[in-house]
């Protein structure tokens, strides 16, 4: 079923009729991985919902398929959104494929290289701000109320209905609710959708219980833990570089409610996990996505999250998103001249 797309898997839950035109590129039944050698490093039964494998690399598709779908219905002629990178690229994609005109704005120089490059080919307008997220989404917002333009994010009602199947899917594979959930917040939409997701399962009888929901944070943007927002917001995790969290008070309540939290990890240690996701088990995400692998270890060492418990960690965007921080984060090639010998002296371990 991925091919027809999220829109058609889950038609019966979603505020579609039979004249919504669905754009949709294939997005949604992502891969859930056991992961037992990271699992193991983490003290956890552990499974990855592997949204990088969405079409434009992250989870943004499963929001953007239902907005640019709906847009089209109401006769849009043009969409905007601000963003950290994922959002653009989805959006940029989505809006090709509905043949609707979309501006994007971003934090210059903040967006990792993979993200730019899909906006930018996909043909939307890219306006770089020198300013950090909160102040494009300010900007945004002011152009999609003062003109017919739709704005397409998380501010839209439909991303997170869009963006809450990937917690059916998660109790499709399953065949259970997760003791945790754990996923990596920025503006807080993601964790909202998902506790909405398993909320209206549960009121239709398809599962029994409630995962408690853990959102993890950048130390330096961690506007969720520390309760205030954050003027300057920085981390290497650029995808969650957000001072001021647009879905503030769900993201609080999901965790709340859920019997869950908040935590943060320093950039070195969301390096550190998205070496090991990739060197552990072969998944390879962006760094924003294993600050949720980073952030349920720091739950972990403060005895939020109990040992042996089963944990859906959520892997938000693709690895190749941010080939900077990759290729820093790793040993160069060796250099060889083209012979025999040369290989066969690094083949045979004794040329490194
Ligand atoms: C990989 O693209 O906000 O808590 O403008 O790209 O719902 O904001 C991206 C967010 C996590 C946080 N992981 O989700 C954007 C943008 C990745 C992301 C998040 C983002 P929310």
Redesign the pocket.
Known sequence: MRSAGLIERYRAWLPVDDATPVVTLGEGSTPLLRAPRLGARLGVDLWLKYEGMNPTG???DRGMTMALSKAAQDGAKAVI????????ASAAAYSARAGIRCVVVIPGGKVALGKLAQAQVAGAVVVQIDGS?DDALRLVRIMSEEHPITLVN?LNPYRLEGQKTAAWEILDDLGHVPEWMC?????????TAYWRGFREAHERGDCDRLPRMLGAQAEGSAAMVRGVDVERPETIAT??R?GA?V?REE?GAAARDSGGGFAAASDREILDWFGHAVRDEGVFC?P??AASLAGLANARRDGLVPEGAEVVCVL??HGLKDPDNAIAESAPPVTIPAERSALEAVVLGDGT
């Open positions: 992250s989870f943004k959104c601000a963003s950290t990178g994922n959002t653009s997220f998380n996923l990596p917040v920025g503006n807080g939409g993601n964790i995808a969650i957000i969290p879905r993201a962006e924003s996505s938000t965007g």
